[in-house]
């Protein structure tokens, strides 16, 4: 039986948006939208979410509707900070203890307690955390994914206040279900970024931040294109969740192109470059048994992220908007990484440079649209190239 404090029909709320987020198949997205459920659930102003990775809790996520409004963290979701698993800090303690933490008041902390919070955040933005309750992110074998804090309970003004005892209660419900997800998701990314790494054996200029980076391109530049135009806020989720995972396959099939063309560290010959254009349709093939959306995008950013928006690209001469949209945002994804990036036989480009040829290739090579929403965004773009190095 549920105790009075509990309502049989938020339980059956939070088995219903376990369904919903296990829909998605990007860890980012994943994470957004399982911390954005929890903070709906608790009604809390702020929360972050911490993953394990090499022994020591890697920050992944952030939300703050004081601060960064309804749309997320922008720039601050690519933040480098990494934290020990001890007793020193809140999420620390929560990891090493597997228990939840529960603060009321991050200034009054009692005596007698390891950790103490840290203000520095609340200094540089102008914020004051009052609330925090810091849940640990456990899978079903009992292993620890990560952590999970959110702060600043609301109450019915909009003020901070504490967290309920349902909420104590029910966050918990929602953070074991969830924490199976994420572990599914990191599972699923690390596959397919085996899958895009079995180029790098053959193309020493693709990287696993590479694919990465472009991922992460592709995300924001869809989601900044999509909010201009006004989409529904779930659709949006729905296809920033494709692109972020189709685009690390993109480019999949130089597995199929000969080391002496891949490798070749001058500028490729006709001949060589009509052999290396094939990548695209070798790649490709791996995704013509089209069983869902996901297929369908890969198979598209794969096949058309070499098309120009003026028609003179490969392997079709696609011309605007006959370019799918993932591959078109892949294009710009791929080619201001790669012009931002040192290879054997250039150096990389200043982003005055960069910037002046994209303006020069608006209407050419690139969505004009997606052109301007590059600019509207570079803070965040460059914040992801900090991220993966």
């Known amino acids: 039986m549920f105790s009075q404090h509990l309502k049989k029909e938020t ?28 903070r709906a659930l608790a009604k809390a102003d702020a929360g972050s979410i911490f993953l394990m990775k090499n022994g020591e809790l890697e920050f992944r996520h952030v939300q703050n509707d004081t ?3 309804a749309n997320g963290g922008g720039l601050f979701q690519y933040g480098t900070e990494s934290l020990p698993v001890s007793d020193s800090s809140i999420v620390g303690y929560c990891a090493l203890t597997k228990e939840m933490v529960v603060i009321n008041d991050a200034y009054v902390i009692a005596e007698g307690l390891p950790y103490r919070f840290n203000a520095s955040f609340d200094e540089k933005n102008g914020y004051r955390t009052v609330s925090i309750l810091a849940v640990p992110l456990v899978s079903r074998g009992h292993s620890l994914v990560g952590v999970m804090q959110l702060i600043n309970a609301k109450n019915r003004w909009g003020r901070a206040t504490v967290f309920s005892e349902q909420v104590k209660t029910l966050v918990p419900i929602f953070t074991n279900n969830a924490a199976a997800l994420i572990e599914r998701s990191i599972l699923n990314r690390d596959l397919t970024l085996r899958m895009a790494k079995m180029a790098e054996l053959h193309d020493p200029k693709e990287t696993g931040a590479h694919v990465q980076r472009v991922s992460a391109f592709c995300a924001e530049l869809y989601q900044c294109w999509a909010e201009n135009r006004n989409l529904p806020r779930l659709d949006i989720r729905r296809f920033r969740d494709i692109i972020s995972h189709a685009s690390m396959l993109h480019d999949a099939g130089k597995v199929g192109i000969p080391d002496s063309i891949l490798k070749k560290p001058g500028r490729l010959t006709h001949e060589e470059f009509d052999v290396m254009k094939q990548h695209t349709i070798y790649g490709s093939r791996l995704f013509n048994s089209i069983s869902s959306e996901l297929d369908q995008v890969t198979h598209d950013i794969i096949l058309y992220h070499h098309e120009r928006w003026n028609g003179t690209g490969y392997p079709k001469g696609l011309v605007g908007e006959q370019i799918p949209l993932a591959a078109r945002i892949t294009a710009l994804a791929d080619v201001f990484d790669a012009l931002s990036s040192k290879r054997s036989y250039k150096e990389a480009w200043s982003d005055e440079m960069i910037y002046e040829e994209l303006r020069k290739e608006s209407g050419q090579h690139f969505d004009p649209e997606l052109v301007e929403t590059f600019f509207q965004i570079t803070n965040i773009l460059h914040a992801i190239q900090m991220k993966f190095k």
């Open 11 to 38: 339980v059956v709320s939070i088995i219903n948006t376990i369904g919903e987020l296990n829909q998605l198949q990007d860890v980012d997205m994943i994470l957004d939208s399982t911390l954005r459920e929890a």
């Open 67 to 69: 601060i960064f409004g």
